[in-house]
Each structure stands twice: as C-alpha cells, then as structure tokens.
C-alpha cells in the first residue's frame, strides 16, 4: 500500500510546526542558558520592551510574517535569525521523518510496510536524527553568540547520541570510533592553533556525532561539507568588506553545517557514492 498524496502532505505540515515549534524552544535555550537564565518556566517576552508573548504571537514562523518581524507593542524588530533558526528546524523534522520512515538502500518497500515493519527502529531513528541536530542547533549558535561551549549542551548531546547508537545498530565499532575521530581532530587541532579560542568543546560534540554515525558519512560528507560552507562563508565575508573587525570568522557556523548534512543526508549520499564507483 501506498501513502496518498494528501495524507504526505498534511503529515508534512504537521511536522514543520512540530519542527518549528522545538526550534522556537531552542532558540530561547540558546539565548538563555549561557547568560545563566531560567528556560522552562518563564514565558517569552519582547527583548524591546519586555512584555510577555501571547500564544497566538509565540506560533513559529506564522507570528512573525502575520506581525512583519516587529512586536505588536512597541514596534522593535525581531530578529531574522530566530525565524530562520524555526524554518530549518520544520525542515529538519520533515527530512528527517521522510529519511527515517523511506525504504533506503534499494529496498523497495512503502511507507506502510517499513511503518508496520520495524516502526520501533525508524521512530528511534528519526527521533535520535532530529535530536542530534537540536542539540548541535544549540552548541553551535551558543558558541557563535558567546564563544563558549557548555558542558550541559554537550551532555545533552552525549544522551542523544548514545541514543542514535541503539538506533542505527548496523554501524559497528570500529566505524564508530573512526568517525569520532576523523573530523574532531582537525577541530582539536584548530583549537590549539587559535589558542583556545576554538572552544574544545566544539571537537567534542563532533567526536559525539562522529561516533553516532560512524566514519563513511563524517569522512564523506561531514569534512567536504563543512570545508564548503567555510569557503562559502569567507567569501562572504570578502564581499562584505565594509564590515570590520566585528564579525570573526566562526568556524561553528562551518562544522553546524557539515554536520547537519552528515546526519540527515550522509546514509543517502554515502550509498550513493558506493553505487556510483
Ligand atoms: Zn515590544
């Protein structure tokens, strides 16, 4: 039996505002916890004249385009990145969803079947997929803000990614401790070189995801991955020339990237490349 177009698409917009609404969280976790703030219980406020957000002004992405970006108050603009931050994270569930629940490597099965087969392994899968990409949402966007990695954030992700390692069993051992190798070394050795001011937190969390997901996706499409969104990213900043000193190069933006790409895509891409050569 086949999935009908129409239930692909609802169960798709299901999942962008459950991604989005997640992200929302995480963005108010990435602004609050290295400022040492409460994030559970204490609703969200408008940074410009502190007043708390009604529901209706706290759905993801929908408030912001109903309000144009600025706050119903006091007119102070709220920021792009949120948004953008709450877009992806829709996007990453619905990926991740349709990666965990498709019949992968050639075989041929529908939605239905691979459901009713091992519902229990793929949930796990997608679960563990859009949680490691949660947790380095937040590490990542932490770093670029304060320049630190907290060792919560990386605890989190050590919970998540022993998580993945039950879900995706296929990959053994040695693959794992490869992968948590071969790209946390470079990230290590940056640390050094820009005495510290790389956080070595960063080669830990890749060292986790590494080890999550083993070698072939890390070396494959995590390395290529993030050298491209750092060239990407220096060349923007070559445009950019009127903006000085401000905003450094961050190589966490760089490795967010590569990483998130590895996680979601590196299986697909990997098998591809096998079939390809
Ligand atoms: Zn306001």
Redesign the pocket.
Request: glycine fraction near 24%; proline fraction near 8%.
């Given at each position: 039996m086949i999935l009908p177009i129409w239930f692909k698409i609802i169960m798709s917009i299901f999942l962008f505002f459950l991604g989005a609404s997640v992200y929302s969280f995480l963005n108010v976790v990435i602004f609050r916890v290295p400022r040492g703030e409460e994030f559970v219980k204490t609703r969200s406020h408008?940074?410009?004249?502190?007043?708390l957000l009604s529901p209706m002004e706290l759905v993801p992405v929908v408030s912001y385009v109903c309000l144009g970006g600025k706050?119903?108050?006091?007119?102070?603009k709220i920021g792009i990145r949120d948004v953008l931050i709450e877009t992806f994270g829709g996007l990453n569930c619905i990926a991740s969803f349709w990666i965990s629940f498709s019949p992968m490597q050639g075989i041929s099965q529908s939605l239905c079947e691979v459901w009713v087969g091992d519902f229990y392994g793929h949930f796990l899968t997608w679960l563990a997929m859009f949680a490691m990409v949660g947790a380095l949402t937040v590490i990542c966007f932490i770093q670029i803000d304060m320049g630190v990695v907290k060792n919560g954030t990386l605890i989190a992700l050590l919970v998540i990614c022993v998580i993945a390692v039950f879900a995706m069993p296929e990959v053994d051992l040695s693959e794992r401790l490869i992968g948590a190798l071969c790209l946390s070394i470079f990230v290590a050795i940056g640390t050094l070189i820009s005495s510290k001011k790389i956080p070595f937190g960063l080669a830990i969390a890749t060292a986790l995801v590494g080890l999550a997901i083993g070698w072939m996706p890390m070396l494959v499409v995590a390395l290529p991955a993030t050298i491209v969104a750092a060239i990407v990213q220096l060349a923007f900043l070559a445009i950019q020339k009127k903006k000085p000193a401000g905003k450094h190069f961050k190589l966490s933006f760089a490795l967010w990237v590569g990483l998130w790409v590895a996680i979601l895509f590196g299986n697909m891409i990997t098998t591809f490349l096998y079939g390809a050569f």
């Open positions: 408008c940074p410009g004249c502190g007043k706050c119903k108050d006091c007119g102070s």
